[in-house]
């Protein structure tokens, strides 16, 4: 006997969103798309693939997502691809491309997969969704208030604000990081013999990023580290400070995390996340800040920027422990037919009604089956009607119509006052 072929599997951190699931990421998609549009923000629609150096040269060649997370592989060229591990650096490249930076300002945001290679984990995946916002020409700290209150607006929609805490902090500007980075460098020389593997490599190569590590054994030392803080100058202090006096009269909380340093090496001036203390170590679930040196980077006129991104399973996650959110699935109506004569009639009426009531969910029963069988996937659909149609009911143009969640008779009606009932019922129905 001929072996059953091995059933081919997802790839390991790439998981798939099943029906039952969907109506919840649809839910949180439609929160973000109104919350966004509240703030008059567009939708910019960005590839998933890019030319390799276009990460290399934005995201920084020693950061952990260039160095061992990026999927980058060869095209039929010849020419290095990499499936996007973030949404910046492809959006300002299509803005430079299309020249919409010239003199004017931009609020836009983007949708969809994000590929890191790490070890898949709780709220770390390979394959994952970022809902991203980017701003330019914009100097701020106005618009950085504004990132603010949009993401805190959203929380509360989904109700998840007292979940997550908002942290802040300023990078400064380049100048102000190198001189900080020396005095941290030192600090971090006196203390080598508390630096672990990883951040001996940092030390030479990106040690800011030293502050960010969860290692244990460490956060004694990184404690007593100096502070970028203390070094900024009087332009960015003032940035940082009126931002503050903005949240402040807004009455947003927000700590102040000075180990704050983000992955990335192109935030200057404002960074911020909003963290949750329920999700483990994954526990950021949106990260952003300004980057205003990153346009010429990438070949643009100076110029202002300031974004985040989201991620939206850490925020399912947070979401879905609440249990209050009402996600209604199913379909309104099942339309049951049985017999040859049935089968036609109902397809017929099912067209007419869809013609006939806007927006009305209607699952025609397919393949056949007993009049208690397709009774079964009536109640297993979710409807609130069963429309019931035999030979007989067909001969007459007649249908029946059957409540599946009141108890209430059974009724035949003709197509019209069917037509009439539905309609009404539907005008009426709540919004989920
Ligand atoms: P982390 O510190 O958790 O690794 P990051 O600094 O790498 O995050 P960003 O590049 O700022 O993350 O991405 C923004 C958001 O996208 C994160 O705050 C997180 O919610 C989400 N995110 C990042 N990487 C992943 C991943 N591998 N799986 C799921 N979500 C992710
Ligand atoms: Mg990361």
Not at 322 to 343: K, M, Q, W
């Amino acid at each position: 006997m001929a072996k059953q072929p091995q059933a081919i599997q997802a790839i390991r951190g790439m998981h798939d969103i099943l029906p039952e699931q969907s109506p919840y990421w649809q839910w949180l998609e439609q929160n973000a798309r109104q919350t966004l549009a509240a703030y008059g923000y567009q939708e910019i629609r960005l590839p998933i693939v890019e030319k390799t150096e276009l990460f290399k040269r934005s995201i920084g060649e020693v950061t952990d997502i260039v160095e061992k997370e990026m999927y980058t592989f060869d095209d039929r060229n010849g020419d290095s691809l990499t499936l996007r591990p973030e949404g910046t650096a492809g959006c300002l490249r299509a803005c430079l491309e299309h020249g919409l930076l010239h003199n004017q300002s931009h609020r836009l945001w983007y949708y969809g997969p994000m590929f890191r290679h790490e070890r898949p984990q709780k709220g770390r995946y390979r394959q994952f969704y970022q809902l991203g916002v980017e701003t330019y020409g914009m100097p701020g700290p106005d618009i950085d208030a504004e990132m603010i209150l949009l993401t805190d607006r959203l929380w509360k929609k989904l109700g998840i604000r007292d979940k997550v805490e908002l942290q802040l902090n300023s990078l400064g500007t380049s100048e102000e990081r190198a001189a900080y980075r020396g005095v941290l460098v030192e600090y971090f020389k006196r203390h080598i013999d508390v630096l672990d593997e990883d951040s001996l490599r940092r030390l030479e190569t990106n040690p800011l990023r030293i502050l960010d590590s969860k290692n244990p054994d460490m956060q004694l030392m990184l404690r007593d580290a100096p502070v970028l803080l203390d070094h900024l100058g009087e332009d960015s202090l003032l940035h940082f400070n009126s931002l503050k006096g903005m949240l402040d009269d807004l009455g947003i909380a927000y700590s102040l995390n000075t180990r704050l340093v983000r992955g990335l090496d192109y935030y200057g001036k404002t960074v911020f996340e909003w963290v949750t203390d329920e999700l483990g170590a994954q526990g950021t679930i949106c990260a952003g800040g300004r980057y205003d040196g990153l346009i010429e980077q990438l070949g643009g006129k100076a110029n202002h920027a300031i974004g985040f991104a989201m991620g939206m399973e850490r925020i399912l996650a947070l979401v879905e422990q609440l249990e209050t959110v009402s996600i209604e699935a199913g379909v309104d109506v099942y339309l049951i037919r049985v017999g040859e004569a049935a089968e036609k009639a109902g397809l017929l009426l099912s067209e007419q009604l869809r013609d006939q009531i806007d927006g009305l969910k209607l699952q025609v029963n397919c393949g056949g089956g007993s009049f208690k069988s397709q009774f079964k996937k009536a109640d297993k659909s979710g409807a609130a009607f069963a429309i019931i149609i035999g030979d007989d009911e067909a001969r007459r143009g007649e249908a029946a119509l059957k409540s599946l969640r009141v108890e209430q008779a059974q009724t035949t009606l003709n197509h019209a006052e069917l037509l009439e009932t539905l309609k009404a019922w539907h005008r009426n129905k709540p919004i989920a």
